[in-house]
């Protein structure tokens, strides 16, 4: 897309003369039409569980009043939509600090084997509920890397949990850790899920995009798991590489 501005010359010798100049906005488009398209999504998102709690406030106001039961009931739902919300919008306020400090390079020197063990710990609960089991697999002694823990720890976290969630009943999630001489220090967390689509890989770091809207709602997620992850590699000059095959689970590498 160009914006051509005309202006004319002075006057030569006769002659009308005119200089065309050209810009282009493509870019700028693009960045404002992904601002667009994030806002009517995160409004959706929050608009969702808001009607839908709307929705029971006045069945419990009106036919539902004397009805026990389906208060419990009722009540249990509008705590799960608001749970939901609080999780999307700690997850939008976490995007918008990890932007305006996307040009500060994390200065600390981080050990990950501890901070690897630690999430594992963290997500205990949720494995065990989910049937799955977090296997760690690490070279003996330390692994460092610079970073900010505490964005490191929400890295592994988006992604371990991400492993259990969609990984396979029964099975483990293998994490690995590797720093051997002369090449980069990687951490790799494996799942034995369904897999990922080829077609949908590319895109898994877009804020909501999700491969399967409801199996991701029905895991409590909110989509912004990948881009969050996505910023803080950026901001450490570290990659995340997806590899996954449909039906043979997934693969997902921090490459520091
Ligand atoms: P969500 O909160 O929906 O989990 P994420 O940004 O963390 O959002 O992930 C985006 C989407 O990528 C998920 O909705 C899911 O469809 C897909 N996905 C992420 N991790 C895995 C995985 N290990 N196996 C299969 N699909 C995955």
């Known amino acids: 897309v160009y914006v051509v501005r005309i202006a004319p010359l002075p006057a030569g010798e006769g002659t009308a003369r005119y200089v065309l100049s050209f810009r282009d906005i493509s870019e700028l488009r693009r960045i404002d039409r992904m601002r667009s398209d994030f ?3 995160a409004s959706h998102e929050l608009r969702t569980p808001l009607a839908s709690m709307r929705g029971f406030i006045e069945t419990l106001q009106g036919p539902a009043r004397d009805d026990a039961k389906a208060r419990e009931r009722f009540l249990a739902i509008m705590l799960d939509q608001a749970t939901r919300m609080s999780r999307l919008v700690d997850d939008l306020l976490s995007l918008s600090r990890l932007e305006v400090k996307s040009h500060i390079a994390p200065d600390s020197i981080v050990d990950l084997v501890p901070l690897i063990g630690k999430v594992r710990d963290q ?3 949720l494995a065990s ?3 799955v089991e977090i296997v760690i697999e690490a070279p003996p002694g330390k692994v460092e890397v610079t970073g900010d823990p505490d964005e490191l720890v929400q890295v592994f976290e988006n992604l371990m949990e991400n492993a259990c969630k969609y990984g396979q009943d029964g ?5 690995k850790i590797s720093c051997d ?7 790799s967390i494996r799942d034995h899920g369904p897999g990922i689509p080829a077609e949908h890989v590319p895109r898994l770091t877009e804020r909501f995009y999700r491969v399967n809207v409801e199996a991701s709602r029905s895991r409590k997620g909110t989509g912004l798991g990948l881009a969050i992850v996505k910023h803080i ?5 570290a990659r995340l590489i997806v590899r ?5 689970g997934s693969e997902f590498t921090v490459r520091f």
């Open 39 to 41: 806002v009517a999504n």
């Open 123 to 125: 997500l205990g609960p």
């Open 129 to 131: 509920e989910l049937g």
């Open 171 to 175: 099975e483990t999630v293998d994490v």
């Open 181 to 187: 001489a002369g090449r980069p220090v990687e951490v």
């Open 233 to 237: 590699l950026t901001r450490h000059r």
């Open 244 to 248: 996954s095959r449909e039906g043979e």
